[in-house]
Nanobody
Framework: QVQLVESGGGLVQAGGSLRLSCAAS????????MGWYRQAPGKQRDMVAT???????NYADSVKGRFTISQDNIKNTVYLQMDSLKPEDTAVYYC????????????WGQGTQVTVSS
Protein backbone atom coordinates (compact mmCIF):
# COMPACT_ATOMS: atom_id res chain seq x y z
CA GLN A 1 0.00 0.00 0.00
CA VAL A 2 1.32 3.40 -0.96
CA GLN A 3 1.87 5.87 1.86
CA LEU A 4 2.99 9.48 1.53
CA VAL A 5 4.72 11.17 4.45
CA GLU A 6 5.02 14.95 4.42
CA SER A 7 7.33 17.09 6.49
CA GLY A 8 8.67 20.62 6.66
CA GLY A 9 5.63 22.66 7.57
CA GLY A 10 5.60 25.20 10.37
CA LEU A 11 5.27 28.82 11.36
CA VAL A 12 7.24 31.48 9.53
CA GLN A 13 7.13 35.24 9.20
CA ALA A 14 6.11 36.90 5.97
CA GLY A 15 9.04 37.00 3.58
CA GLY A 16 10.52 33.84 5.01
CA SER A 17 11.07 30.42 3.48
CA LEU A 18 10.08 26.82 4.09
CA ARG A 19 10.84 23.59 2.30
CA LEU A 20 8.28 20.83 2.23
CA SER A 21 9.14 17.20 1.54
CA CYS A 22 6.91 14.28 0.65
CA ALA A 23 8.34 10.79 0.62
CA ALA A 24 6.43 7.87 -0.83
CA SER A 25 6.91 4.46 0.70
CA UNK A 26 7.92 1.63 -1.55
CA UNK A 27 8.25 1.48 -5.28
CA UNK A 28 5.55 3.25 -7.27
CA UNK A 29 5.67 2.45 -10.96
CA UNK A 30 3.83 4.32 -13.67
CA UNK A 31 3.81 7.71 -12.00
CA UNK A 32 2.29 10.42 -14.17
CA UNK A 33 3.03 13.32 -11.89
CA MET A 34 3.58 14.40 -8.30
CA GLY A 35 2.28 17.61 -6.85
CA TRP A 36 1.42 19.87 -3.99
CA TYR A 37 -2.04 21.16 -3.16
CA ARG A 38 -3.23 23.40 -0.38
CA GLN A 39 -6.43 24.06 1.48
CA ALA A 40 -7.12 27.08 3.61
CA PRO A 41 -9.96 27.06 6.18
CA GLY A 42 -13.32 27.30 4.50
CA LYS A 43 -11.85 27.04 1.03
CA GLN A 44 -11.45 24.31 -1.55
CA ARG A 45 -8.24 22.41 -2.11
CA ASP A 46 -6.26 24.02 -4.91
CA MET A 47 -3.25 22.98 -6.95
CA VAL A 48 -0.02 24.72 -6.00
CA ALA A 49 2.52 22.98 -8.22
CA THR A 50 2.97 19.75 -10.11
CA UNK A 51 5.88 17.98 -11.76
CA UNK A 52 5.68 15.16 -14.25
CA UNK A 53 7.89 12.11 -14.25
CA UNK A 54 9.77 13.78 -17.10
CA UNK A 55 10.38 16.94 -15.11
CA UNK A 56 7.82 19.32 -16.60
CA UNK A 57 6.42 21.69 -14.02
CA ASN A 58 3.22 23.64 -13.59
CA TYR A 59 2.49 26.33 -11.00
CA ALA A 60 -0.52 28.22 -9.76
CA ASP A 61 -0.28 31.86 -10.80
CA SER A 62 -0.25 32.94 -7.17
CA VAL A 63 3.04 31.14 -6.46
CA LYS A 64 4.94 31.57 -9.71
CA GLY A 65 8.39 33.01 -9.10
CA ARG A 66 8.23 32.23 -5.38
CA PHE A 67 7.78 28.45 -5.13
CA THR A 68 9.86 25.73 -6.79
CA ILE A 69 8.84 22.09 -7.08
CA SER A 70 11.43 19.37 -7.58
CA GLN A 71 11.66 15.61 -7.30
CA ASP A 72 13.98 12.72 -6.65
CA ASN A 73 12.68 9.91 -8.83
CA ILE A 74 14.90 7.31 -7.20
CA LYS A 75 13.60 8.13 -3.75
CA ASN A 76 10.04 8.83 -4.91
CA THR A 77 10.23 12.13 -3.10
CA VAL A 78 8.84 15.50 -4.11
CA TYR A 79 9.88 18.82 -2.63
CA LEU A 80 8.38 22.28 -2.52
CA GLN A 81 10.72 25.18 -1.85
CA MET A 82 8.64 28.14 -0.74
CA ASP A 83 10.28 31.57 -0.69
CA SER A 84 8.93 35.06 -0.10
CA LEU A 85 6.03 33.58 1.81
CA LYS A 86 2.90 35.66 2.31
CA PRO A 87 0.13 35.39 4.90
CA GLU A 88 -2.22 34.24 2.14
CA ASP A 89 -0.02 31.16 1.69
CA THR A 90 -1.27 29.92 5.06
CA ALA A 91 -2.96 26.56 4.54
CA VAL A 92 -2.63 22.84 5.00
CA TYR A 93 -0.38 21.55 2.23
CA TYR A 94 -0.95 18.10 0.78
CA CYS A 95 1.19 16.11 -1.60
CA UNK A 96 -0.38 13.93 -4.22
CA UNK A 97 0.83 11.25 -6.60
CA UNK A 98 -1.06 10.38 -9.72
CA UNK A 99 -0.25 7.20 -11.55
CA UNK A 100 -1.78 4.92 -14.12
CA UNK A 101 -2.43 1.32 -13.19
CA UNK A 102 -5.60 -0.21 -14.50
CA UNK A 103 -6.88 3.35 -14.68
CA UNK A 104 -5.82 6.57 -12.97
CA UNK A 105 -5.01 6.29 -9.26
CA UNK A 106 -4.41 9.08 -6.76
CA UNK A 107 -2.56 8.96 -3.46
CA TRP A 108 -2.62 11.77 -0.90
CA GLY A 109 -0.47 12.62 2.06
CA GLN A 110 -1.90 13.50 5.46
CA GLY A 111 -1.14 17.20 5.09
CA THR A 112 1.25 19.57 6.79
CA GLN A 113 0.32 22.97 8.21
CA VAL A 114 2.03 26.08 6.90
CA THR A 115 1.33 29.31 8.77
CA VAL A 116 2.73 32.63 7.62
CA SER A 117 2.45 35.50 10.09
CA SER A 118 2.33 39.12 8.99
Amino acid sequence: QVQLVESGGGLVQAGGSLRLSCAASGSIPNIIDMGWYRQAPGKQRDMVATITSGGSTNYADSVKGRFTISQDNIKNTVYLQMDSLKPEDTAVYYCRIRRILMGIQFYWGQGTQVTVSS
